[in-house]
């Protein structure tokens, strides 16, 4: 199991002179998360069968934030999940809101279950919606046909 260290008296007040004291630690004010200041924006939410990603642009399409299903800890096939996608959601609408954000406009990709739970997660913390655009790619023709079998 190993060596079994013997500490002494003077190791122990070493140690704890080098940890800070619980008075000092709570005068210490919070810090403010640093950025911009915006006042309204664009959310992109892409959302395919595997994953859900969400992307938070200001007004010249500047990314201030994003965030996705697998940057939560979600892995596997719970990263294609609605409960995934409102995590993001709210998660990214906390971000949304320490920046100042008031309204944002949507513009959805895909066909991924996540598509609604994350707008829903994004707008439980109190950011309006002004417009929800859908930008899903739809196949007009699809790729040319196989040659037909010889016989």
């Known amino acids: 199991m190993g060596k079994k260290k013997i500490t002494t008296k003077e190791e122990e007040v070493k140690t704890e002179k ?3 004291s619980e008075a000092t630690a709570e005068a210490t ?3 403010k998360i640093k950025g911009r ?3 309204s924006g664009a959310l992109y939410i892409e959302s395919t069968y595997n994953n859900t990603k969400l992307t938070l642009t200001d007004s010249k399409n500047n990314v201030l934030a994003w965030s996705s299903s697998g940057t939560l800890g979600f ?3 719970k990263k294609g999940t609605p409960f ?4 993001v959601g709210e998660t990214l609408a906390e971000k949304a809101g320490a920046m100042g954000i008031k309204e944002v406009r ?4 895909g066909v ?3 598509r609604e739970s994350a707008i ?10 002004t417009t929800i655009q859908d930008k899903t790619a739809v196949p007009h023709n699809g790729p040319r046909a196989p040659k037909p079998r010889r016989t």
Do not use: E, H, M, Y
């Open 106 to 109: 949507v513009v959805v990709k």
């Open 37 to 39: 200041r915006v006042d």
């Open 29 to 31: 004010p919070p810090t």
């Open 120 to 129: 829903r997660g994004f707008i439980s913390k109190g950011i309006n919606l």
């Open 75 to 77: 892995r596997g096939a």
């Open 18 to 20: 080098a940890q800070p």
């Open 84 to 87: 995934a996608a409102a995590k």
């Open 112 to 114: 991924g279950s996540g």
